[in-house]
């Protein structure tokens, strides 16, 4: 497609497409999330959000835009200084956040999943009593954790790290007991890494259509996140989210992504 032609990655971080309509957006996006949004060994931005912007952005509201990289520990209050015009990072809508900010319609359904080494002494939710687990700073994934702390009377401990990789490789390296993220991100990371399984058993998608076959924490759906006096222009992001769902683009991406 197009975005991955982006000629334009090797500046600043930025890659940007779209179809001249005048106007330059910027996105907040915290890089890498594969597969949202990382890098190929080209250095080409790529991934299901980088295709989904193009998609909508460049190819249905025919505008220029560019991402830009920042942490996600923060990226709300970014967004809220005008650093950039929406946050399309995997981000998840929820309540506490739609307080500071507007979101689009969903456009990803997500479940919170925990990623063990192979061989590991915890089979089930309960065993995570007592142990170490990482998560990204600022996640719902940390937020899970936390639920799990209270849950466990704060008899777990919670190593926050600034990117979700910085978890996985206290995972490899043994310095935590388990990760706590996004179920298709972990699943990309997993095929990458023998080693690495998930938590299995019932969990709160078990009776689910299309749920992931392991453990689910929670139930999530991904938005666009918008200032909250940016209602014209969300809208308008919603009505090319629904086009694109409608003329097939959106599930061409989404089978490029998840072997449909
Ligand atoms: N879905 C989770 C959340 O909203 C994790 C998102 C992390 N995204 C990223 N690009 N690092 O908290």
């Known amino acids: 497609t197009a975005v ?5 990655a090797a500046t600043a971080g930025c890659i940007g497409g779209g179809g001249g309509g005048g106007e330059t957006i910027t996105i907040g996006s915290d890089i890498p999330y594969a597969p949202f949004e990382y890098r190929n060994e080209a250095g080409d931005l790529i991934g299901f959000d980088v295709e989904i912007a193009e998609a909508v952005f460049g190819e249905q509201l025919d505008m220029d835009y560019e991402f830009q990289e920042t942490s996600f520990d923060g990226i709300i209050a970014s967004l809220n200084n005008a650093n950039f015009r929406v946050i399309m990072s995997a981000m998840t809508i929820n309540e506490s956040r739609a307080e500071r900010v507007d979101f689009s319609d969903p456009y990803f359904t997500a479940y919170q999943t925990v990623l063990l080494l192979e061989g590991s002494d915890i089979g089930s939710r309960e065993d995570l009593q007592g142990t170490a687990v990482g998560v990204q700073r600022g996640t719902t994934g940390e937020a899970a ?14 190593e926050s ?4 990789n910085g978890a996985f490789d206290a995972l490899l390296n043994n310095q935590v007991d388990a990760v706590i993220n996004d179920n298709t991100v972990s699943a990309s990371f997993a095929a990458e890494n023998e080693e690495v399984v998930f938590l299995e058993g019932d969990g709160v998608a078990a009776d689910r259509d299309n749920a992931p076959p392991y453990l689910t924490l929670t139930i999530e759906e991904y938005g666009i996140a918008f200032r909250q ?15 694109i769902r409608e003329n097939g683009t959106y599930e061409e991406i989404y089978n490029e992504y998840f072997d449909g």
């Open 145 to 158: 954790a936390e639920d799990l702390q209270e849950e466990f009377d704060g008899d777990l401990q919670i």
């Open 229 to 243: 006096d940016d209602d014209d222009f969300r809208e308008e992001v919603n009505g090319a989210l629904a086009t």
């Open 161 to 164: 790290y600034d990117q979700i």
């Open 4 to 8: 991955g032609a982006s000629g334009l």
